[in-house]
């Protein structure tokens, strides 16, 4: 359905409010916090993001691929149907729809047709379908953008390629003779254009501008499209998802990275009135930097993973930090697949400890708490990076 109707926007609300809850409660019925919020969850992970699917976007992508499809080389029925109903002036699109007194389902989708132009380019074929100064088919914006002086004094905005191009060369009218300013700027022009080879008897061609293949795809607009959203599109996030811990560990380090987790921190932030104080030293407020970095006891762990190795290591300021220069240098794959690991297994062994001792009133002394974080790290190195057990033991009896 949604490749064919528009989806309307309480629709939207509703099925998001249900995906929101569903994403941080679970199927029960919670009452709680959002820890996250939604426009950043839907953000692609490596933007940041959790990759939660934004429906209306992914709707309006599903959409445009009827424009795409329009100029196919297919001779569809529903493309006769659809361009004798609605007209085309353009070479490319049908006229836009301008009643309001009936729903169109190809008004809805026509609508999306300027946003599809954003992020596609023409291949010149026989010329005559690609306009000369509006269209781009040549650089990275239309001609008619980068030599807006030119373009004003053009005779003709409409004329296209192949009008312009003769086998002898170009041809270009200008309503008067050029200024001298303006013989710069026409000199650059026909550089620009000068690798132009000339016009064929092929069909001009109408491509996604992004990808070398040029070609359309939901996925391809889908990931364009979403990436508008401001964001920080830097390391930690894709080492967030590299490692080979569980995928809720992964969700957790994302949380941490984030500084998402209830922390003391975050909960006075929240308006709640406790007085905050670390659960594993008590010698310090629970800030997220603290609790997952600094904390004695933290570091304890820190440097019994450091020590498998020479580096020298000074600890940064915030947890994405951490995950950024969290990289080994040299080594084999399964090595810096196993160093990958390290930082979920200490955040989860400490925010399980933290909350064993805050909620359940269990604590565990220094030595457990290491002898479970090698114990979760026995555990995932095994499943998924070191296959030879003896090779598993060297490593932990190391530490
Ligand atoms: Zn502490």
Redesign the pocket.
Known sequence: MMSLFPIPISVVKKLDRLRRNFLWFGNKEGKGYHLVEWKTAQLHKEAGGLGVRNLKLQNDCLLMKWLWRLNGNDHALWKEVILNKYGQTDQWCTNAVSTTYETSVWRSIRNLWPRLVKNSCYEVGAGNKILFWKDLWIGQEVLMQVFPDLANICTNLEVTVADSWSPQGWNFFFRRHLNDWEVGWFVELLQMIDGFKGTTIEDDTFRWKHDKDGKFSVGRIYRKEVSWMPENKIDPWKYVWKSMAPTKVKCFAWLVIRKACLTHEILQKKGLPIVSR?M?????R?TNN??FLH????SQLWTMFLSLTETKWSMPEHTADLLSCWIRRGGSETQKKWWRIIPHCIWWTIWRERNGRNIEDRFHNIQKITESCIATFYFWCKEHCIENVEQLVDLLGLL
Do not use: G, M, P, R
């Open positions: 670390c594993l030293c008590s010698d310090s629970e603290h609790l904390c004695k006891v933290t």
